[in-house]
């Protein structure tokens, strides 16, 4: 009879199925190494990043909490960091959640109650400012609105919008449209208007089928290419 995985072993598994991209079963995987063994703390957030990867945001947000709720207490009586890290590594996933869902005043109390955990963490100060810029634009909660209105980008496509500038997550263009005034009514105001769209949209950029991520810290700037199966020897990078 086959001996049974540890909750370490599945864990480990589900870091490998999330470097080769395939969430699901990574999640499947984190899911059973917290059943074997509930004291792995890095798992709670590992899990809550492979649901925002697969843009299951609410789930995530659910794990995110969940580790909160248990690393809380062991972050007060542990006398070392590591519960804390993970602990401010849930808060970073729960915030992150809550920002696709529109949630963008629940995010922002999120990173900044993160950011009290380590307080030179330059990534949670960033996504501050993107919360401060969306609550400017839509207001401390988008996630009511129809949702043709507020449907969120996902997280790789707003981060490959976002590759060349520091402004927050790019929206839909339909959330641009809060105030109530709709398409139809613009062009029947301006006839030119239809004309003028139809151009732009005729001149825009294809979106690229291959995804990217990126992030940045004060000194470097971090992407990933998102090309599964490449043999090592065909890869090169230049700059």
């Known amino acids: 009879m086959a001996k049974a995985e540890t909750g370490a072993e599945l864990y480990k598994k589900g870091n490998e199925s999330f470097v080769s991209e395939d969430y699901d079963r990574a999640i499947d995987l984190y899911t059973s190494a917290l059943a074997q063994d509930p004291s792995l703390l890095e798992v709670y957030a590992a899990k809550s990043q492979a649901l925002i990867r697969s843009e299951r945001y609410d789930a995530a947000k659910t794990e995110a909490n969940r580790g909160i709720d248990i690393l809380r207490g062991l972050a007060a009586n542990e ?9 401010k590594k849930c808060m970073q996933r729960s915030g992150v959640a809550s920002f696709y869902l529109g949630k963008y005043k629940e995010a922002k109390n999120t990173f900044c109650e993160a950011k009290k955990l380590e307080e030179s963490d330059k990534g949670i100060t960033q996504w501050i400012t993107w919360c401060d810029e969306k609550i400017s634009r839509f207001g401390d909660d988008a996630s009511k609105i129809s949702s043709s209105a507020s449907q969120q980008p996902s997280a790789a ?15 839909s263009i339909s959330e641009l449209n809060l105030s109530g005034e709709t398409q139809a009514a613009k062009t029947a105001s301006n ?7 139809q151009s732009a949209a005729n001149q825009e950029m294809p979106v ?13 700037v971090i992407v990933e290419v998102r090309i599964k199966k490449l043999d090592p020897k065909d890869v090169k990078v230049e700059f």
């Open 191 to 197: 006839p030119s208007a239809s004309a003028e769209s």
């Open 79 to 87: 006398a070392d960091s590591r519960a804390s890290d993970e602990l």
């Open 157 to 171: 496509d707003a981060n490959q919008q976002n590759a060349d500038t520091k402004s927050a997550p790019a929206v």
């Open 208 to 220: 690229p089928k291959i995804k990217h991520d990126w992030y940045q810290t004060e000194t470097h």
